[in-house]
Each structure stands twice: as C-alpha cells, then as structure tokens.
C-alpha cells in the first residue's frame, strides 16, 4: 500500500512548499548543459551558410553588422522586413555583431548556450511539476540531443527557435512559479516571457494554449478548462496581437497560403504530421530542405488521417494517464502552426519545425515507459540500459549530423546525397562555390541542375546567369537575367545584375539606367542599389547632382570606402564643392589608409 501511495504522491500536483533541489538534481541539470556544449563544441569552426544567414537581411544584413544603434533597434522593433516580424530575434544577431563582429564560431555559439540553457530550465519545470527524476531528465535529454534539432541550433539564421524556445521554457518555469502562489506580479512576469518568446517567433501564440494543457497535466489543478482559459485570457490577447502583426508582415512580403494547392497543402500536413513522429523514433537522412513532392498518392494522406485519428482518440480514451492527452496534444497543437497549411516558404517539411512540438512525444514515452516500469518492476533493468543506450546513440547521431553544418558545401552536398530533384540544394551550392576561386563551372553546373528541375526558379535564373556574366558570356547571361525579372519582377537582385549585364552591352546603358533604377525602387534602403545607381548617374553627362544624391544616400546607409571615395570623385566634378570633396577624402582614408589613389587626389586638391 506504501508502494501506491508513493506512485500517487509523484503524479500530484507540485507541493506549496517543496523543498530546495536536491544535490541530485543540480548535478543533472550540470550534466544536460555540460553535454550540449560538449556534443555542439564543433560549431566554434563553422562558417556562415549562404542559405539566409548571408542572404537574409535581419541575420547579417547591413543593419545588423553595425552592431547596436539607436536606428538599428527601431528597426528591429519596426521591420516586417521579408515577412516576419521577431524584433528580440533582430537585436540578439545585432547583439552577436556588436560583441563578436563576423567571427562566425562566436555567433553560433551564442546560440549552443541558449539551447543548453532552455534545456535545464525544461528539466527543472518537469522536475518540480511532477516530482518525477529520471522522466523529466530524459525528456529534457532528447530535447538536447535529438538529430532533428541540429538544424535550429547549428544554423545561425534559425536563432528565432532557439530564442522563441529559451523564453518558452523561463516562461513556463514562471508560471509554475504563479501556480503556487499566484498573484498579479508572478502573472505580470509569465505575461512578460510570453512576449519575450513572441517577439523572438511567432510560434510562440500557441503558448496560452500549451498554459492550459499544463494545468491539466503536469500541474494537476484543481480549475476546470473553461476557468484556465479565463485565467490566461490576457495571455490569449498578447499572442491573438503577435499573430495579426505576422499576418499583416506575410501578406506585405508577399507570403502567404497559396504558394501550392490548398489540398496538396491539406494532403502533405497529414503526411507531414505522422512523418515527424516517425523521424522521431528513426531520424535518418536528414536535410536542410525537403522538396515539395510533384504529386501526393492519394492513399498516403487517408492512411495517416486514419493513424492520426486513432492516436487521438486512444490518447483522449487514456486521459487517466494524463501525461498521455497532454503530450499528444502538446505535438498537434505546436506543429499546427508549421505543419505547412498555411505555406511559407517552398519546402514539403522541415527538421527544425520539430523543435517545440517533439517535446509532447518525449513526454508519453518518458512517462509512458516509467509507468509501465512501476507496474512491472522486472522490466526496470532492461528499460535502464535500453533508456542509457538511446540516449547515447542520440548524442552520437546528433553529433554526427552536426559535422554536415560545417560549411555550405557540406551542407548541401548531404542534402542532394539524401534527398531527390532537390533544386534548392543544388541552387544553394552552386551560389556557394559561385565565389570560390576556380570553381565557377561548377557553380553553373548547379544552377542548370536547378534549372532543369524547376524552370520557373528564378533564384536560379539569376544565380546562373550572375554566374554567365562573371564568365563574360554576356547574350546567356542576359537571357537569364530577364527570364528571372520576368518571374520575380519585385527582385532586388535580378534587377541590379541585369543592370549590370546591360552596361557590359553596347548601346543599352538607358536600359541599364532603367534596371538600376527599379532595384532602387524595391529596395530604398539598399546602400547598394543606391550606389550602383549614383556611379552610373556620374557617368552621363548632365546627371551628376542626382548622382550626388544617391551616393549620399548609400553613405548615410552603409559608409564604406568605396562610397566615400566616389562621392570625393562625383563632387569634385560639381564647382565649388571641393571642400566636401576633400571631406570625403578624409573619411575614406580613415577607413583605408593605404589607399594611394585616395591620397593622391586629396594631395591635388589639398588647400592652399
């Protein structure tokens, strides 16, 4: 009888006064930090990936490399740039640059030292929910070391999930904190985490909803649903306004639900959902991006609608076993938001969306397996030494996968040995080896690979025909470029290398003025764009106080040598502007002091 009494005390709710951690317990969450670093230790030598953490704007983007300013953090507090609006995640990249400059190791890093930590806070939360060691550990283990979350923490431009999922966990710490003694400031600061984790990713509006499911199971409280909904009403209000911001940002960036199919979309997020609990169990052959598959059998999507059925009603049928409804629903709930109804982006799936969600399966199978064990006290044994093995043999993998994060190359080479027709990778490594010395046919090799699969890829038109321009065959390389204007007319990109392309070409500069133009139109706060366009400007007769202009205005946004230095050059063709020519001089040497061509010309136009 002592026996059950004891079973029943660990599955309680948490005591009003638990005592303080055991030395136990410290040494495990010790034990859970010491492997993260030790297991992702590598990263200190990877490189930067092409794919977005050079490309996209908010990871390395001009604003980004200045570190921390005051414009800087209005826009990241401001910016919906390329359809997303994460501000804590745009400040902690500002953060990286301003502390550590481009050393790529250290980026990364930051990001191994948030998920160590978001790892022992979710052992601490388990563990003083339930009562329950071993359970809460390997939970918090497998949320570690799992294969499938290499991606979120080896890939610097996934900072969001490790941001999103650190704030996640303070959060939930916090309000086990309010659940014991509630009052207005303890929910005052779950309220606050809570936006912290929303402002890092927008999946993070399913949190309120996780909120309840914890009163359910772990915490066990005595309020009926209707009341804990009513409770986290605020909550509830704090994300419905993250997500109308999100809305708002995808609908302007041009992201939205109809990339494919409504119901190839419905048929592959059943799939999807049922994938992902395998992969969990089998994690092999993982990539940095899965193609969308040309066509969907019919019987897959009907087989694991019936799968998926059926765990949910065995799950809601074992609601005597909490941990069981809870975990489930937990996995349906958090994945709902990226299990690709609503489309971003062209990928079929992706490991990092499991991030989150794979913490809901880890909790049936921990306390699944330690209820069992408490039932059959002969299974203990075996369970141990299975339980030690799989998580050595998790460490391991994710260990392993870690190493094909190295570099782009590595990267995307794994990808197209694992996965099929896979243009993404393909494209991603030839714009990879596209500024290696020595390896520009090879770059177009890939990007005609990309090009055969999807014609209508017009990252891939721009890319190869970038790659034809730097190889001088000017007729190929402007016929790609137009194809890819042609198919993404809002591309900064494919204008500025068209443009450059005409003005390699006799006879087109106004075509080349015009294409110069429009990519300053779509991108206005490019310091690029503006120069490209105030060079040309200084070139043709008549135009130079624009081109003044637009030089200025790529100074204001990036003040490199170049720009400050072309500028002395433009001003000095205006009379009477000599002085702020030598200004520019001036700025441009103290940039790069051993510049002879900079000293000459200041020496010519010094004062009398």
């Known amino acids: 009888m002592g026996k059950h009494a004891a079973s029943r005390k660990s599955r309680a709710g948490p005591a009003p006064n638990r005592p303080r951690p055991a030395m136990q317990d410290i040494w495990i969450g010790a034990g859970l930090f010491a492997t993260v670093l030790l297991v992702y230790a590598q990263v200190r030598h990877f490189e930067f990936i092409t794919l977005d953490d050079l490309s996209s704007e908010w990871v390395l983007g001009p604003m980004t490399r200045r570190g921390i300013t005051l414009p800087g953090l209005w826009w990241a507090l401001t910016s919906g740039a390329e359809n997303w609006w994460f501000p804590l995640t745009r400040f902690s990249h500002m953060l990286d640059c301003e502390l550590?400059?481009?050393?790529?190791?250290?980026?990364?890093?930051?990001?191994?030292?948030?998920?160590?930590?978001?790892?022992?806070?979710?052992?601490?939360?388990?563990?003083?929910?339930?009562?329950?060691?071993?359970?809460?550990?390997?939970?918090?283990?497998?949320?570690?070391?799992?294969?499938?979350?290499?991606?979120?923490?080896?890939?610097?431009?996934?900072?969001?999930?490790?941001?999103?999922?650190?704030?996640w966990m303070w959060t939930l710490w916090f309000y086990l904190r309010y659940?014991?003694?509630?009052?207005?400031?303890?929910?005052?600061?779950?309220?606050?985490?809570?936006?912290?984790?929303?402002?890092?990713?927008?999946?993070?509006?399913?949190?309120?909803?996780?909120?309840?499911?914890a009163d359910f199971w772990p915490l066990r409280r005595p309020?009926?649903?209707?009341?804990?909904?009513?409770?986290?009403?605020?909550?509830?209000?704090?994300?419905?306004a993250a997500g109308v911001i999100t809305i708002i940002c995808a609908h302007q960036g041009g992201a939205g639900v109809a990339t494919f199919p409504l119901a190839m979309r419905l048929e592959n997020a059943l799939i999807r959902y049922v994938l992902y609990v395998a992969k969990t169990f089998w994690p092999a052959n993982l990539a940095v991006y899965y193609p969308y598959p040309a066509s969907i059998p019919a019987w897959q999507p009907l087989m694991c609608a019936v799968v998926l059925a059926g765990m949910t009603v065995a799950a809601l049928l074992l609601r005597k076993h909490r941990y069981l409804p809870a975990g489930w629903l937990w996995y349906l709930g958090t994945m709902a938001l990226v299990i690709g109804v609503v489309q971003s982006g062209w990928q079929a799936w992706a490991d990092r969306y499991m991030y989150i969600p794979m913490i809901g399966i880890s909790v049936m199978l921990a306390w699944g397996i330690a209820e069992a064990s408490r039932c059959w006290p002969r299974t203990r044994t075996p369970v141990t030494v299975i339980g030690v093995g799989a998580c050595l043999a998790m460490a391991a993998a994710a260990y392993n996968q870690l190493a094909y994060w190295q570099n782009t190359e590595t990267l995307f080479a794994r990808a197209l040995a694992v996965t099929d027709r896979n243009y993404m990778a393909h494209n991603s490594l030839g714009a990879y080896l596209l500024d290696r010395p020595g390896r520009l046919p090879e770059a177009i090799g890939h990007f005609e690979q990309a090009i055969r699969i999807d014609p209508r890829n017009a990252v891939a038109q721009n890319d190869l025909g970038l790659a034809l321009l730097r190889m001088d065959r000017l007729p190929e390389a402007r016929e790609h470029l137009e194809t890819a204007v042609r198919l993404k007319p809002d591309s900064f990109e494919s204008h500025n290398n068209l443009a450059a392309a005409l003005l390699r070409t006799p006879g087109r500069m106004d075509d080349a003025l015009a294409e110069f133009q429009a990519a300053v139109r779509i991108r206005p706060d490019s310091a690029e764009a503006h120069y490209n366009l105030g060079a040309m400007l200084s070139k043709m007769p008549g135009r130079m106080p624009e081109a003044v202009q637009h030089l200025q205005a790529a100074l204001q946004i990036n003040p490199d040598f170049d720009t400050h230095y072309a500028l002395a050059v433009a001003l000095l063709q205006i009379p009477g502007r000599t002085a702020e020519a030598r200004v520019q001089l001036q700025a441009a040497l103290r940039l790069k002091p051993d510049s002879q061509e900079a000293r000459q010309l200041l020496r010519q136009i010094a004062a009398p």
């Open 223 to 240: 309020i009926s649903i209707a009341a804990s909904i009513r409770e986290k009403l605020p909550l509830f209000a704090l994300a419905a």
């Open 179 to 213: 659940v014991r003694r509630p009052d207005r400031r303890r929910y005052a600061v779950v309220a606050l985490f809570l936006c912290l984790s929303l402002m890092s990713k927008s999946m993070a509006v399913s949190l309120p909803c996780v909120l309840v499911l």
């Open 100 to 167: 550590f400059g481009l050393n790529s190791g250290a980026h990364h890093f930051t990001s191994v030292l948030l998920h160590a930590v978001s790892t022992v806070v979710l052992f601490a939360f388990f563990r003083r929910a339930t009562g329950d060691l071993w359970p809460s550990a390997f939970v918090a283990f497998v949320f570690a070391m799992h294969p499938l979350h290499v991606e979120s923490v080896a890939w610097v431009a996934e900072r969001k999930d490790v941001l999103c999922a650190f704030f």
